[in-house]
């Protein structure tokens, strides 16, 4: 069954840089992975290039009809689920648990997830991250970023007591409890390094605090970020002996990858993001429809704040380069990011160490290319922006995503969608047609399917995995249409990323009634 017109409306955003080089909708920096996959494009891709914005449809654009059974098997494969433990029969956490999944459009998927429990605090952290140009840095973000943010939180005796078994050869206590899905990994070739670099960090730690200090989670958050991100950038200079692991840390920093933490310890949340993945609130009103509290900002050309920002970073002269085509420097979209080091060193460092790099680097030229109009690096930051809220028990729930879900669904559609799956109630909004011209009996099919809609809508057992259907499905009447998601996710790999982009998702539960009672100084 041929793709339709209809399968890409909303995708106006997909672009076609002025060099002529199809790039993912969001921030592919400019050559896509530093595994260079241009052999792996098949023609109909490569007339596309000549287009300036979006995609047409051709006859070579083939889809399947799945069956539900087949859908839902696609939908499922990357979901998963955690349930904070009761103590006595009671949940004391003001979180439940939360609940998350993964759609790919990339081959491999670029997005990362990650969610952990701080043992030696309090607290869970959750992730979501977005990478650019391949998942190497996407990955490492994953896997290190955690640990860097709970070293951060560690009061200054918990640091020496950390140091101290480290030196004696003693096992170390742990300090995050990972929850994990099968198919998320650990790089196990990089542990060693992993670990020396974030102990020399810990010993900094020590040398700049005092007995007795305990570090505020938004300072925590702030330098957690900008540490790994420096620490990225040094083991890309520094190299390693292990020709595996010196390609490996130029592929983490020569890709990008942003970030959206979550920091949630009683009422307590804090919110660092890094590029354009995006937390949102849903909060229940006294009628229970739900609205949507931002509790982040995305950091791209659509705010003004940030495009202001980085233009006073740099000379009047570079006024009109710096931000071409509402990119940095006309190439990348996030203007915040880990990684990317293409943006961040001068050039002579850059070819530096490619020159001394494996030959793997010198057979892609994104490796090679140097951004136009490079006068005054850096461009880019890690730098997260930190937002606090207190929670309330109307607060319900909150959603991070990466920017493939907000991209198909806006933040109240979202809170909409994921609070009447949480709380089984429907609010029944008047059937929108989107100015189409109806008859009767094509009223009478859409309040049919409406119908059916609501009674299957637990037929899903994860709140994400509910949330991606509607995010894939959803036609111009704002409901899932089975005939349009069957045909998004039966998209061969190498076409999937021309419609979409990689969508990730955290639904994190919150419970009221560990949020609305007094604290223990309260009832005294």
């Given at each position: 069954?041929?793709v339709?017109?209809q399968?890409?409306?909303?995708l106006s955003r997909?672009?076609?840089l002025?060099?002529?080089l199809l790039v993912?909708?969001?921030h592919?920096s400019q050559?896509?992975?530093?595994?260079?996959?241009s052999?792996?494009r098949?023609s109909?891709?490569?007339?596309s290039r000549?287009?300036s914005r979006?995609?047409?449809t051709t006859?070579?654009?083939?889809?399947?009809v799945?069956?539900?059974?087949?859908?839902?098997?696609?939908?499922?494969?990357?979901?998963y689920s955690?349930?904070v433990p009761?103590f006595d029969?009671?949940?004391?956490?003001?979180v439940?648990g939360f609940?998350?999944?993964?759609?790919?459009a990339?081959?491999?998927?670029?997005?990362?997830r990650?969610?952990?429990t701080?043992?030696q605090t309090?607290g869970m952290?959750?992730?979501?991250?977005?990478?650019?140009?391949?998942?190497?840095c996407?990955?490492?973000?994953s896997?290190r970023?955690?640990y860097?943010?709970a070293?951060?939180?560690?009061p200054?005796?918990?640091?020496c007591?950390?140091?101290?078994?480290?030196?004696a050869?003693?096992a170390?206590s742990?300090?995050?409890q990972w929850?994990k899905?099968?198919?998320?990994y650990?790089?196990?070739e990089?542990?060693?390094?992993?670990?020396?670099s974030?102990?020399?960090?810990w010993q900094e730690l020590i040398?700049l605090?005092?007995?007795?200090?305990v570090?505020e989670?938004r300072?925590?958050?702030l330098?957690?970020?900008?540490?790994?991100d420096?620490?990225?950038?040094?083991?890309?200079?520094?190299?390693?002996?292990?020709?595996?692991l010196h390609?490996?840390?130029l592929?983490?920093?020569?890709?990008g990858?942003t970030?959206?933490?979550?920091?949630?310890?009683?009422?307590?949340l804090f919110?660092?993001?890094?590029?354009?993945?995006r937390a949102?609130l849903?909060?229940?009103?006294?009628?229970?429809?739900f609205t949507?509290?931002?509790?982040?900002n995305d950091?791209n050309?659509?705010?003004?704040e940030?495009v202001?920002r980085?233009?006073?970073?740099?000379?009047p002269?570079?006024?009109?380069?710096?931000?071409?085509?509402?990119?940095?420097?006309?190439?990348?979209m996030?203007?915040?990011?880990f990684g990317?080091v293409?943006f961040?060193?001068?050039?002579e460092?850059?070819?530096?160490?490619l020159?001394?790099?494996?030959?793997?680097l010198h057979?892609n030229e994104h490796?090679?290319?140097?951004?136009?109009?490079?006068?005054t690096p850096?461009y880019?930051t890690a730098?997260?922006e930190?937002t606090?809220h207190?929670?309330?028990p109307?607060?319900?729930?909150?959603?991070?995503g990466?920017d493939g879900l907000w991209e198909?669904?806006?933040?109240q559609?979202?809170v909409?969608v994921?609070?009447?799956?949480l709380t089984g109630?429907?609010q029944?909004q008047?059937?929108k047609?989107?100015g189409y011209r109806?008859t009767?009996?094509?009223?009478?099919?859409?309040?049919?399917e409406?119908?059916?809609?609501?009674?299957?809508?637990f037929?899903?057992?994860?709140?994400?995995?509910?949330l991606?259907?509607h995010a894939v499905?959803n036609?111009?009447f704002g409901?899932v249409?089975?005939e349009?998601l069957s045909k998004m996710?039966?998209l061969?790999e190498?076409?999937?990323?021309?419609y979409?982009?990689?969508i990730t998702?955290?639904?994190?539960q919150?419970?009221?009634?560990?949020?609305g009672a007094?604290r223990?100084?309260?009832?005294?």
């Amino acid at each position: 069954m041929p793709v339709t017109a209809q399968m890409l409306r909303g995708l106006s955003r997909s672009k076609v840089l002025a060099s002529g080089l199809l790039v993912c909708p969001q921030h592919q920096s400019q050559l896509g992975p530093i595994i260079n996959q241009s052999s792996r494009r098949p023609s109909c891709m490569r007339q596309s290039r000549q287009l300036s914005r979006g995609y047409q449809t051709t006859s070579v654009l083939c889809s399947y009809v799945l069956t539900p059974p087949q859908v839902n098997s696609i939908l499922k494969a990357n979901e998963y689920s955690f349930k904070v433990p009761e103590f006595d029969g009671k949940n004391v956490s003001s979180v439940m648990g939360f609940e998350s999944n993964q759609l790919p459009a990339n081959a491999p998927i670029e997005d990362r997830r990650s969610a952990a429990t701080c043992l030696q605090t309090r607290g869970m952290l959750l992730g979501v991250f977005d990478g650019h140009a391949g998942c190497a840095c996407a990955q490492a973000l994953s896997e290190r970023l955690f640990y860097y943010i709970a070293v951060s939180l560690l009061p200054h005796n918990t640091l020496c007591e950390l140091e101290a078994a480290v030196e004696a050869g003693r096992a170390l206590s742990p300090i995050l409890q990972w929850h994990k899905h099968h198919n998320d990994y650990f790089s196990r070739e990089a542990q060693t390094l992993y670990f020396n670099s974030l102990r020399t960090y810990w010993q900094e730690l020590i040398d700049l605090t005092s007995p007795g200090d305990v570090p505020e989670t938004r300072e925590a958050l702030l330098n957690a970020f900008k540490r790994l991100d420096n620490d990225i950038s040094l083991e890309a200079q520094v190299g390693d002996p292990n020709a595996f692991l010196h390609y490996w840390v130029l592929r983490v920093a020569f890709s990008g990858a942003t970030a959206c933490v979550a920091h949630v310890d009683g009422t307590d949340l804090f919110v660092a993001n890094a590029g354009d993945a995006r937390a949102v609130l849903g909060v229940q009103e006294e009628d229970g429809s739900f609205t949507a509290h931002t509790l982040s900002n995305d950091h791209n050309a659509q705010n003004d704040e940030e495009v202001a920002r980085i233009r006073s970073e740099h000379p009047p002269s570079e006024r009109k380069t710096v931000i071409r085509q509402d990119r940095l420097l006309g190439l990348l979209m996030p203007f915040r990011a880990f990684g990317d080091v293409k943006f961040k060193w001068s050039i002579e460092l850059q070819k530096s160490v490619l020159e001394s790099g494996p030959d793997q680097l010198h057979e892609n030229e994104h490796t090679k290319f140097i951004p136009p109009n490079y006068h005054t690096p850096p461009y880019l930051t890690a730098e997260p922006e930190i937002t606090y809220h207190k929670l309330r028990p109307q607060d319900r729930f909150m959603v991070i995503g990466s920017d493939g879900l907000w991209e198909t669904l806006h933040r109240q559609e979202v809170v909409r969608v994921v609070g009447e799956y949480l709380t089984g109630v429907h609010q029944r909004q008047p059937l929108k047609v989107g100015g189409y011209r109806v008859t009767l009996g094509q009223m009478q099919g859409l309040l049919e399917e409406r119908k059916a809609r609501m009674s299957s809508a637990f037929e899903d057992q994860n709140s994400a995995t509910h949330l991606m259907r509607h995010a894939v499905g959803n036609n111009e009447f704002g409901t899932v249409d089975h005939e349009r998601l069957s045909k998004m996710l039966s998209l061969p790999e190498e076409l999937a990323r021309m419609y979409r982009d990689d969508i990730t998702i955290i639904i994190t539960q919150f419970n009221p009634n560990v949020i609305g009672a007094p604290r223990p100084e309260e009832r005294s």
